[in-house]
């Protein structure tokens, strides 16, 4: 039996290897050499199911010319140095107007590209732990790990914010928790608006802990920024929604990389207060703005779009 599972699991990740390494690429959008590109550069969060915010800013953009040509390539499961290694060919690529990072929350649990982080002090894998890293399973289960661990912090964040509307005392479920996937030590939960705050203790998983994924962020985001500005290329960061635990790292890195080469900087946390407000204003109940796999509904994406475009103008 435990040879038999043992061939299965052997047989699974051949075919996933195969299937990565031998499946038709998409083709490269035909680009007219006349359109003005925007580039959407970074993980699930700009690649939103082929939609997310580069769909709305791409609508937006048509409303004013046909001129521009908002490109998606977002890549989900990808860190900073992924999309960092890519950068150049990117650049000499597209040759774009303008471009949009939105990455880093990855970085934590995926080491590929990580032999770039040793200048930010990060220690180097060792060949059997980049062995593993490029195990597609272990991947898979990161991945979801990861995510879990997100939809749960949510939860409480959604729990947390409901008690705090109501005047109530909340305690959280997770305080006495430790939680897993999010790196190692302690992790502080900042409310949105208010002054609420309580800790999580996490557990030693060989991730890179906050501190790290804060540097590494910010490293490869001042790489990518000040690349893109050899080539006169602008740049518009985005921070993630879900600003604590393991995100609130990553934010720190973005708005570090950003405020040192005056990037601006789109707060998706503020896109769900602002929407929340409208619809509140309107005497309506909001909409669902983070699914089920703890990124953003195209409802949220639509008003980062739109916050995107206001920084544009």
Known sequence: ??????????????????????????????????????????????????????????????????????????????????QRRGFRGYLERYRPELIILWVGLNNSWNRAESDLWAESGVEERSLFERTVDGIRLVRFFRVSEHQRALREAQAEHEAARAAFSEQETYVPAQAKKPLRALGKGIHEHHMLGN?????????????????????????????MIEEARQADVPVIAIAYPIDFLSSKAVNEGIRSAAAANSVPVVDSAQATIRLRGRFEAAGEAPPKMIDQTAHPTQALYDEVGDMVLEVID
């Open 1 to 82: 039996m435990l040879g038999g599972l043992a061939l299965g699991i052997l047989v699974l990740e051949i075919g996933l290897q195969a299937l990565a390494r031998f499946r038709p690429r998409e083709r490269p959008p035909e680009l007219a050499g006349t359109e003005m590109i925007v580039l959407c550069l970074g993980d699930s969060h700009t690649w939103g199911q082929g939609r997310g915010y580069p769909e709305r800013l791409a609508t937006r953009l048509a409303e004013r010319s046909d001129a521009y040509r908002v490109l998606n390539l977002g890549v989900p499961g990808s860190n900073s140095a992924q």
């Open 195 to 223: 002054e609420h705050v309580f800790q999580h203790e996490t557990r030693d998983t060989g991730e890179l802990e906050a501190s790290e994924v804060a540097r590494v962020t910010d490293l490869d985001l001042r790489w």
